[in-house]
């Protein structure tokens, strides 16, 4: 995916300024940055979700991760699987809702999960959803700890299943350096820092990574 000369203004505020940007295929990159930096713009532009000047080339089908899961109230777990899945899927609802730690709870409404229970069933979701490239969004943000590390895993366990272009917004060092091969900072609409994440996998969720030393001194210098 590539970003060609991508601009987007809100009146006289630039959220993104002439982004050149190419993303490689099969890897996960994650967009760091303070908020207004132009974080979620990236990924609405990406998404075809907002007007812009420039392109965005090669993303495909886009699939998407929000900060809260975004299920249908009125539709059981197994049927907000089954809403973006082709009439002809068969059972692979119920089978991603069992990767995912919810089997038996295919008939369970939404209210009746937790929070992190209810992003689990997005994750499979959009993994689900045929697709090119994924968008995340702080998909972790609010989380306790061991939610957190459940929830990282499953996303390398099912990256590693398909392969696809991962597009990850996180404010989390942490989270960057655990979950993305290449880590871009965004400042008030610009790249300011654009670097591989290069230790090898999986990491170690409870140890501070190498990367993360460096994005911190980026993001607060």
Request: hydrophobic share 45%; proline share 5%; aromatic share 8%.
């Amino acid at each position: 995916m590539k970003f060609i000369s991508v601009t987007k203004k809100y009146g006289e505020t630039a959220a993104l300024e002439n982004i050149d940007l190419e993303f490689e295929s099969g890897k996960i990159t994650a967009v760091l940055g303070e908020s207004g930096a132009g974080k979620s713009t990236l990924l609405n532009a990406a998404a075809g979700l907002i007007p812009f000047e420039g392109r965005v080339e090669g993303a495909g089908r886009t699939s998407c991760v929000f900060q809260t899961a975004k299920l249908l109230p009125n539709l059981t777990l197994a049927d907000n699987i089954r809403f973006v899945l082709p009439k002809s899927a068969g059972g692979e609802a119920e089978a991603a809702l069992a990767r995912v730690g919810l089997k038996g709870r295919e008939k369970s409404y939404p209210h009746e999960l937790s929070g992190g229970e209810r992003q689990r069933v997005a994750i499979a979701r959009a993994f689900l959803y045929p697709h090119d490239t994924l968008l995340m969004d702080e998909p972790f943000s609010s989380l306790d700890l061991a939610l957190k590390k459940s929830l990282i895993e499953l996303v390398w366990e099912l990256w590693r299943e398909t392969g696809n272009t991962v597009l990850f917004v996180t404010h989390d060092v942490h989270e960057a350096a655990l979950l993305s091969h290449r880590a871009v900072v965004l400042k008030k609409g610009r790249v300011v820092y654009d670097a591989p994440v290069s230790e090898p996998v999986p990491r170690d969720f409870f140890r501070a990574q190498p990367a993360e030393e460096k994005l911190i001194k980026v993001l607060t210098d």
